[in-house]
């Protein structure tokens, strides 16, 4: 009987964050009604995976010129002269080769970008994205 109308009298105070924790009693001077802990809890560090990655995927044609490659290498890709020469001659010679390995959102703004670009310039250059497996 006496638990039961201590109960009713004490202040019960609910964290909203955690909807399923089990509500703490307010005691006497705790300011803004916080509880002391009742027993020592050790939190983890939360598990960050990292985000798949996304290989941006430039393919060769017959049609647009290699300078305008390099220049769209350095220009979004931010590559050095000798870096963006070196991928468009792979992908000259291999018939595709990779601009850049981003998340899935970067990759897909990136060629699409790149896309919409080369065909402003009336080039038939494409750019696709695929998943990349990391080193």
Do not use: C
């Amino acid at each position: 009987m006496i638990k039961q109308t201590l109960l009713q009298s004490t202040p019960t105070v609910a964290d909203w964050h955690f909807p399923n924790m089990p509500m703490h009693f307010a005691q006497d001077g705790d300011p803004e009604g916080e509880t002391t802990p009742q027993a020592d809890v050790l939190v983890a560090e939360p598990e960050v995976a990292k985000p798949p990655m996304y290989a941006v995927v430039m393919y060769n044609d017959n049609y647009t010129p290699m300078e305008f490659v390099v220049y769209v290498l350095q220009s979004e890709f931010r590559h050095s002269m000798d870096s963006a020469v070196e991928i468009m001659l792979t992908i000259h010679n291999s018939s595709k080769g990779i601009a850049g390995i981003y998340p899935k959102d970067i990759a897909e703004t990136k060629a699409k970008k790149v896309n919409s670009l080369a065909h402003r310039e009336g080039y038939p250059l494409l750019t696709q994205i695929e998943p990349h497996q990391g080193e």
